[in-house]
């Protein structure tokens, strides 16, 4: 091993290297340029569950169905008639008789049924995040 290792020492001594002014000051821009792995701080990303991409998903989804029913069991409020001009008292008013149509039993049965997955969902993402 002794040997090897002079013999690689004595090898080393004959080589022989020149750099380039440009190479010495490329190389010296490169490392100006570049920071220590020792100085970027790593920020952790909070990876939350996939459940609760999907409790958030289903919530919005429960909202907006929540909504819509709500808006279509209103009353239905009759707007006033505008005032006569002299175009309008040409053309005659049609009162339309309209109603807001209410739930049926199978549609009641199904609201029920997503009120309680939404509450569901609720308990299930309070137990996951810990609340």
């Known amino acids: 091993m002794d040997k090897l290792s002079r013999q690689l020492r004595q090898d080393a001594e004959k080589i022989e290297v020149r750099v380039s002014d440009e190479l010495d000051h490329r190389i010296a821009a490169s490392l100006r340029s570049v920071t220590p792995e020792a100085e970027i701080v790593a920020v952790p990303k909070s990876q939350r569950p996939a459940l609760f991409w999907w409790a958030s998903s289903l919530t919005g989804i429960a909202a907006a169905v929540a909504v ?60 996951d995040i810990g609340l």
């Open 68 to 127: 819509i029913v709500i808006v279509n069991t209103q009353q239905a409020v009759k707007p006033a008639a505008p005032a006569p001009t002299s175009i309008v008292a040409a053309v005659p008013i049609i009162d339309w008789e309209t109603e807001t149509a209410m739930l049926a039993g199978p549609l009641q049965q199904e609201l029920d049924a997503l009120q309680s997955d939404i509450k569901r969902a609720e308990r299930k993402v309070r137990s």
